[in-house]
T-cell receptor, first 113, second 115 residues
């Protein structure tokens, strides 16, 4: 089983729409969770960390459900500039995997005018 | 800070040639990671270092790949001999685990094409 699994999409939504991405992770010992964003032909960049209580950054809301080992990202009022691939990321946090992050395959989002 | 620096940004070479990719991590970071990304396989971790020491190289595809980190500010990934299936984008990333954060910062990548 892969460490992180997410729906690859693609998601095609109009401007102004609300879209949600989900992912699941297999390592119950993971303590750090992130969403990264990757634009076409660019490097992945940190979008936001995900905290246990859930957190919001402008139009972006991240949620974590430890019991179900499930992470979500909600984007409200989508903009054309949100078009990218969104990567779900968790840390290793045990023994030989300390310091390591596990990346999902990414969910592709296209926002159209 | 300049961020993670990688060179070259693009490399086109012929099968059988040696390829060397270079990375300068963010100053003060204690972890360095080499990834490879392709459409088919996504982002794959090849090897990572902690305080210049290789921790896990299980992702290195085969003996043709080698990586070194001679000091805290420089790492290389070498492919010898290169093959067309090595064509991919190679990313270097670094993190500052001493600061109790796992966040990794990526360089712009090296786009490798092996003909």
């Amino acid at each position: 089983r892969k460490e992180v699994e997410q729906d690859p999409g693609p998601f095609n939504v109009p401007e102004g729409a609300t879209v949600a991405f989900n992912c699941t992770y297999s390592n119950s010992a993971s303590q750090s969770f992130f969403w990264y964003r990757q634009d076409c032909r660019k490097e992945p960049k940190l979008l936001m960390s995900v905290y246990s209580s859930g957190n919001e950054d402008g139009r972006f809301t991240a949620q974590l459900n430890r019991a179900s080992q499930y992470i979500s990202l909600l984007i409200r009022d989508s903009k054309l500039s949100d078009s990218a691939t969104y990567l779900c990321v968790v840390n290793g946090n045990r023994g030989s995997t300390l310091g390591r992050l596990y990346f999902g395959r990414g969910t592709q989002l296209t926002v159209w005018p | 800070d300049a961020g993670v620096i990688q060179s070259p940004r693009h490399e086109v070479t012929e099968m059988g040639q040696e390829v060397t990719l270079r990375c300068k991590p963010i100053s003060g970071h204690d972890y360095l990671f080499w990834y490879r990304q392709t459409m088919m396989r996504g982002l794959e971790l090849l090897i990572y270092f902690n305080n210049n020491v290789p921790i896990d190289d299980s992702g290195m595809p085969e003996d043709r790949f080698s990586a070194k980190m001679p000091n805290a500010s420089f790492s290389t990934l070498k492919i010898q001999p290169s093959e067309p299936r090595d064509s991919a984008v190679y990313f270097c990333a670094s993190s500052n685990y001493r600061a109790s954060t796992d966040t990794q910062y990526f360089g712009p990548g090296t786009r490798l094409t092996v003909l």
